[in-house]
């Protein structure tokens, strides 16, 4: 263990120790190391009480360290079993929750895979895919991420730094998503008649590969790590009729958006369109790891030994999962209701901060799954990743907790269960750390 150094907090000597020892990740400026939370509250070792606007990487949908009876169902599995070798040999629990699991998705769908995370989800849907329909390439969308292993890092295009010295990934071709902020195209919806589906017809499907070797297209209903992006409301029917028309599959990563988030169970649903093989995992697994891939059942299946795991369909994870289906069984309609009121309560601030302050270019995002864009102005869209800095530091310092994401939007992800009260008292925090930000910076000019 590292020497505690005298003078120093008790986080930034855990810090110290941390960067002694750990590999570097992904972590956040500011000197934040959690101890305990509950509800929308999060407490660090210094016992400094932050309202949670980040869910933990959208992981407590239902509140910080999940509801009691989640825990107590965890507790009561870990100490009867905890690991059964689930494709090995057979368990009920997972069997019982996969099978309340499709009752919420869309009709035919029947074939569930369990793993660890949102990138095994990927990989094993990746792979289906292939298996499925017998072709090699996959499509995939600039600004997505799908994961860091082998198979959802080729998917993934979010930043390149995430893939450096991994490469070649040659079966993954990527194409525009639609950031209608930021149009590649330089074109306006809806004027632009999807000049991003034509792309896709015009170029990869005819000048780079046949349309006949394509598998799949995975993509994420609205972009996650690429910024919070929102398609048009008809993007994903127009895509899917170019799918269909090749028996290309499309396979929807749900792992951020999922699980009532956008106040729907699948995040697709907001866009009318069913895919055919969709992931899951963060919030699923109510705070611990779990991964799944659902597969519509004329599918078919795939060759025994062609995938499995290990620790896939963990009982005490599948418990603490059920107990947390089960709760959104019994009040999926108040929640569904409840995370669009919230929504559009939040989405009414942040609407309005962007016509108050210079620096905030844009505001976006459906249910709770939210980001506020902040530019160097208005008219030069210029991404500003230090200004969001700024804000977030700011933010953190009077008790607010957030993420970033893309390059230079800040996400708006609190537990689904926090209340309005909780919910304006965060965006309080938030606004009046942008409008001290855009105070400085167009003072001094």
Do not use: W
């Not at 009318?272 to 004329?298: E, F, H, N, Q």
């Not at 078919?300 to 795991?309: F, M």
């Not at 009040?331 to 601030?349: L, Y």
């Amino acid at each position: 263990m590292a020497r505690v150094r005298k003078g120093k907090s008790k986080s930034e000597n855990i810090i110290a120790r941390d960067h002694a020892v750990m590999i570097k990740t992904t972590r956040e400026p500011y000197n934040f190391v959690a101890e305990n939370g509950a509800d929308e509250f999060v407490y660090d070792v210094e016992g400094r009480k932050f309202i949670d606007f980040s869910s933990f990487i959208s992981v407590y949908n239902f509140g910080v360290n999940s509801s009691e009876a989640v825990r107590k169902a965890i507790a009561d599995q870990s100490s009867k079993l905890m690991h059964s070798a689930f494709t090995d040999f057979y368990a009920e629990l997972p069997v019982h929750f996969a099978e309340s699991l499709i009752k919420f998705m869309p009709a035919g769908f029947g074939r569930i895979f369990f793993s660890n995370s949102g990138t095994e989800a990927n990989e094993a849907a990746l792979k289906f895919s292939k298996l499925f329909t017998k072709r090699n390439y996959v499509l995939a969308f600039y600004g997505g991420f799908h994961g860091r292993t082998k198979g959802a890092l080729a998917l993934t295009a979010s930043k390149s730094v995430q893939r450096a010295y991994n490469g070649p990934f040659p079966d993954v071709i990527h194409v525009p998503f639609p950031y209608c902020y930021r149009c590649p195209f330089k074109q306006s919806y809806p004027d632009c008649g999807f000049a991003c589906i034509d792309y896709i017809r015009k170029y990869p499907l005819s000048k780079e590969v046949d349309p006949k070797e394509v598998a799949a297209l995975v993509t994420e209903p609205i972009q996650g790590e690429g910024g919070y992006i929102v398609p048009p409301k008809d993007y994903f029917k127009e895509l899917k009729k170019v799918l269909d028309e090749h028996s290309i599959l499309m396979v929807s990563d749900e792992v951020q958006a999922g699980y009532m988030r956008t106040g729907k169970f699948l995040a697709m649903d907001n866009f009318g369109v069913k895919a055919d093989i969709y992931t899951m995992a963060k919030s699923i697994g109510a705070g611990l790891p779990l991964g799944v891939t659902i597969v519509d059942k004329r599918l078919g299946n795939i060759p025994e030994g062609a995938h499995a795991n290990t620790f896939g369909g963990n009982l005490a994870v599948i418990a603490g999962a059920q107990a947390q289906l089960d709760h959104i069984t019994r009040n999926k309609a108040r929640i569904e209701s409840e995370v669009k009121a919230k929504g559009r309560t939040a989405m009414k601030r942040m609407e309005q901060m962007r016509e108050d302050y210079e620096i905030v270019g844009d505001a976006r995002g459906i249910g709770m799954m939210l980001a506020i864009e902040i530019v160097k102005d208005k008219e030069s869209k210029e991404p500003a990743p230090k200004l969001r800095e700024k804000i977030m530091m700011e933010s953190f310092a009077n008790g607010l907790l957030m993420l970033p994401t893309g390059e230079s939007a800040i996400r708006i992800i609190p537990p689904l269960t926090i209340t309005e009260r909780s919910l304006s008292k965060g965006f309080d925090i938030l606004e009046r750390a942008i409008a001290k930000i855009n105070a400085e910076t167009f003072h001094k000019k």
